[in-house]
């Protein structure tokens, strides 16, 4: 069974800062992996996805990365803004036959930036 | 605006009463996913339609949830019977499958919270 961790649970960083975000997988089996967005209360809003092929996706001061073979991605956030605090979720989507499955999901990042 | 819509935005009912939820996905999608998320957790799949096809379900899926998508459109979830731990967001999201680039765009979700 996937499953998906996102480390730290919680960043708070003073305006300006870069940052980095960490996803990791225990089956590399994946067709592609995305980032998502959530503000309390709300619901998701794409970031990046990432194929299984590309290494990285870059949009805006966001870049994700990902090693497939070892399980693992990352969110860099560049001269982070209090805009940008929130829930940031990470998604895998399955490998299986067909193609078609739902996303397995981590608990997110809650991320603050500090004024 | 053309995003995925949800009715309603929250739901307050007593353990027992039927809830029905309906989402509108994005007009040229042809997938369209069901998702569960509880409080501090990451969304939960729980079904998905290609069209008007029920292709998968999860575990998560008991009796009491059924889900349809008449004529590949809008789709509804009921859930039967109500019981407190259904509680929670349930998110709709759609796509549109083309190899890897099935982006997964979500609604803005309905808080159910049973009584």
């Known amino acids: 069974k996937q499953e998906v961790t996102q480390i730290p649970a919680a960043l708070s960083v003073p305006e300006g800062e870069n940052l980095v975000l960490n996803c990791s997988f225990t089956?590399?089996?994946?067709?592609?992996l995305q980032w998502f967005r959530q503000d309390p209360g709300k619901g998701l809003t794409s970031l990046l996805l990432i194929q299984s092929s590309q290494r990285e996706q870059t949009s805006g001061r966001l870049n994700a990365s990902l090693d497939k073979s070892s399980g693992r991605s990352t969110l860099y956030i560049a001269a982070s803004q209090p805009g940008d605090s929130a829930t940031y979720l990470c998604?895998?989507?399955?490998?299986?036959?067909?193609?078609?499955?739902?996303?397995?999901f981590g608990k997110g990042t809650h991320l603050i930036i500090q004024p | 605006d053309t995003g995925v819509s949800q009715d309603p935005r929250h739901k307050i009912t007593k353990r027992g009463q039927n809830v029905t939820f309906r989402c509108d996905p994005i007009?040229?999608?042809?997938?369209l996913y069901w998702y569960r998320q509880t409080l501090g957790q990451g969304p939960e799949f729980l079904t998905y339609?290609?069209?008007?096809?029920?292709?998968?379900k999860s575990r998560l899926l008991s009796d009491r949830f059924s889900a349809e998508r008449p004529k590949g459109s809008f789709s509804t979830l009921e859930i039967q019977r109500t019981e407190q731990g259904d509680s929670a967001m349930y998110l709709c999201?759609?796509?549109?499958?083309?190899?890897?680039?099935?982006?997964?765009?979500f609604g803005p979700g309905t808080r159910l919270t049973v009584l």
């Open positions: 007009s040229e999608h042809n997938r």
């Open positions: 339609f290609q069209n008007e096809a029920q292709l998968e």
């Open positions: 089956d590399s089996a994946i067709y592609n």
């Open positions: 998604a895998v989507r399955p490998q299986v036959r067909g193609g078609a499955d739902g996303l397995t």
């Open positions: 999201a759609s796509s549109l499958a083309w190899r890897e680039l099935d982006t997964q765009y």
